[in-house]
Nanobody, 124 residues
Framework: QVQLVESGGGLVQAGGSLRLSCAAS????????LGWFRQAPGKEREFVTG???????TYYADSVKGRFTISRDAKNTVYLQMNSLKPEDTAVYYC??????????????????WGQGTQVTVAS
């Protein structure tokens, strides 16, 4: 059974940093693309960042570019380093994985596996 488990969320002051982790189990994800999405209260889930299976390509939403960094290791874990956090970054953050040809990184429907989410709250 495939599982993605996020960790690292919490409460932080504006301007602070957090590092989210997403550990995958159940199969090897080395040839999967991985992404992070977030959903704030009353809003739709939105793309944050994604990384190709080779790690050669990374993609970011304009709202987080220059502040967030996605990376992955060889042990089925993807990370999201979040710096200079803003109150508008407050949301539940989800990691996701997929393996579809013609992957569109920002399209949540191109991802097959999802974690349960971790709450990030940025206080002003």
């Amino acid at each position: 059974q495939v599982q993605l488990v996020e960790s690292g969320g919490g409460l932080v002051q504006a301007g602070g940093s957090l590092r989210l982790s997403c550990a995958a189990s159940g199969r090897t994800f080395s040839n999967y693309y991985l992404g992070w999405f977030r959903q704030a209260p009353g809003k739709e889930r939105e793309f944050v960042t994604g990384i190709s299976w080779s790690s050669r390509s990374t993609y970011y939403a304009d709202s987080v570019k220059g502040r967030f960094t996605i990376s992955r290791d060889a042990k089925n874990t993807v990370y999201l380093q979040m710096n200079s956090l803003k109150p508008e970054d407050t949301a539940v953050y989800y990691c996701a994985a997929g393996q579809r040809p013609g992957w569109t990184v920002r399209n949540q429907y191109d991802y097959d596996y999802w974690g349960q989410g971790t709450q990030v709250t940025v206080a002003s």
